[in-house]
């Protein structure tokens, strides 16, 4: 079978039986919450200032931010950040887990959450979602480490709460583009970063929602071509006991 359509399918099937999990829906926010900060982080290299990161209970966020008014490649910059850092973010979880570095990927997430906490987000649904997720992190690390029987139930807690965030996180960081696609047929104004970018470089939503789309379904393809294959058993567990 194509491996295109095995990514399809694939996805398919995780959005579907991920929408089961109780609580899965508190992580969907991952991919909100990294998508803006790749705003953030655009600006802040392009000189700008970030205002504030607002993160909302629907999983949609946005990030108030100024940059110079005749940065209009800068601007065009940031639009493209977002989902473009949640795509590949997503791809790099999938390459810590094949590698074994399920704590380093899950300090990267921590790290992201509690930047955003000092820096980004002071108020509202999205700072305790934030302090939530940092606190439920923490506590996952603390019994992966752990030695002897203990420490081995924590391992597997740790590996299944990992692969539930990397799925989740991949889930939406490559479907949600296609919801730009959606509007840009329906209402082109509201199609988001792709409407940002038609404003700046003439291109109209619609080119760049494909893009965006694209380039999250490639970086999906790696990340489950990771995920498929496995975790190396030639080599000894870095981070399990």
Not at 105 to 124: E, K, P, W, Y
Not at 125 to 154: D, E, P
Not at 162 to 190: C, G, Q
Not at 193 to 215: E, G, I, M, Q, Y
Request: with cysteine.
């Amino acid at each position: 079978m194509n491996k295109w359509i095995k990514t399809l399918l694939f996805l398919a099937g995780s959005a579907f039986l991920t929408r089961f999990i109780p609580f899965a829906s508190f992580f969907r926010n991952l991919d909100t919450m990294i998508h803006e900060f790749g705003h953030a982080m655009a600006t802040l290299l392009l000189s700008g200032r970030v205002l504030r990161i607002d993160l909302n209970p629907d999983h949609s966020g946005v990030t108030y931010s100024t940059i110079p008014a005749s940065s209009t490649w800068g601007m065009a910059a940031v639009s493209l950040a977002g989902y473009v850092t949640a795509a590949l973010v997503s791809l790099l979880l999938f390459y810590f887990y094949h590698k074994r570095y399920l704590k380093t990927g899950l300090l990267l997430i921590t790290a992201v959450a509690l930047v955003s906490v000092i820096f980004f987000v002071h108020q509202g649904f999205g700072l305790w979602w934030l302090l939530g997720l940092i606190l439920l992190n923490i506590v996952i690390l603390y019994a992966g480490t752990r030695s002897g029987k203990t420490g081995r139930y924590g391992g597997l807690l740790l590996k299944g709460y990992y692969l539930l965030i990397a799925f989740l996180t991949l889930e939406e960081a490559a479907l949600s583009p296609l919801v730009l696609v959606v509007y840009s047929f329906t209402d082109p104004a509201a199609a988001g970063d792709a409407a940002n970018l038609a404003r700046v470089t003439a291109v109209p939503a619609l080119v760049w929602s494909l893009l965006f789309t694209a380039f999250s379904f490639y970086c999906a393809k790696l990340s489950l071509g990771w995920f498929m294959k496995g975790r190396p058993a030639s080599r000894p567990d870095r981070e399990l006991p």
